[in-house]
């Protein structure tokens, strides 16, 4: 079992430049979920999709962010323009919604700085 | 609103202390519990789990049982180790599909 596989593990850019995070799911698993972590806000839901499909993104912080699911296994989130604020650790996690009591499964994440 | 509330922490304790994390929920029904533990640098990992009322749910020495009457699901450990310090999350799942709701996560150090 491979895991959540998130690229890259670490990124650093400037702002105003595109940043585009890739995650590829447990094989099977049909739900994604993208996550937020920081020091003050701890670890926030940007967005979620039960197979391939975007349930909710309310979580998503504004117009700058995007995502996408193509396919079962592989999911970007887009941050076009980034900014310094932007800076964060990002989760990808998947699971299983055929199971109600399927666990999240995480990725390593990607630390993301934004100068 | 966030409804999985964990004790604030962060929390120091010397090496085979006892330790007691804190985590009530709120929910209708009966939804599922877990603890899951972050190592620096790494992502959150499943550390142990309970679906129901009553189940206790253990790994690696840790327990927690789910108490419907208090509507809570604390995590105990009888002896921790400096290998155990990370940040512990509670979290339930939605009872109407799979959404996580998370608590704020708690540090732990355990020093020798």
């Known amino acids: 079992d491979a895991g959540v596989i998130q690229s890259p593990r670490h990124e650093v850019t400037e702002m105003g430049q595109e940043v585009t995070l890739r995650c590829k799911p447990i094989?099977?698993?049909?739900?994604l979920f993208w996550y937020r972590q920081t020091m003050m806000r701890g670890l926030e839901l940007l967005i979620y999709?039960?197979?391939?499909?975007?349930?909710?993104d309310s979580g998503m912080p504004e117009d700058r962010f995007s995502a996408k699911m193509p396919n079962a296994s592989f999911s970007t989130l887009k941050i076009q323009p980034s900014e310094p604020r932007d800076s964060a650790v990002y989760f990808c996690?998947?699971?299983?919604?055929?199971?109600?009591?399927?666990?999240?499964?995480f990725g390593n994440g990607t630390r993301l700085t934004v100068t | 609103g966030n409804s999985v509330t964990q004790m604030e922490g962060p929390v120091t304790l010397s090496e085979e202390a006892f330790l007691t994390i804190n985590c009530t929920y709120t929910?209708?029904?009966?939804?599922?519990l877990f603890w899951y533990v972050q190592y620096p640098g790494e992502g959150l990992q499943l550390l142990l789990k309970a679906t129901k009322a009553d189940d206790k749910g253990s790994n690696k020495g840790f327990e927690a049982t789910y108490r419907k009457e208090t509507t809570s699901f604390h995590l105990e450990k009888g002896s921790v180790q400096v290998s155990d310090s990370a940040v512990y999350f509670c979290a339930r799942v939605k009872t109407t599909g799979n959404q996580f709701y998370f608590g704020t996560g708690t540090s732990l150090t355990v020093i020798p």
């Open positions: 996690a998947s699971s299983s919604s055929k199971s109600y009591n399927s666990p999240l499964h």
């Open positions: 094989s099977g698993h049909n739900s």
């Open positions: 929910a209708t029904g009966y939804p599922s």
């Open positions: 999709f039960n197979n391939n499909v975007p349930i909710d």
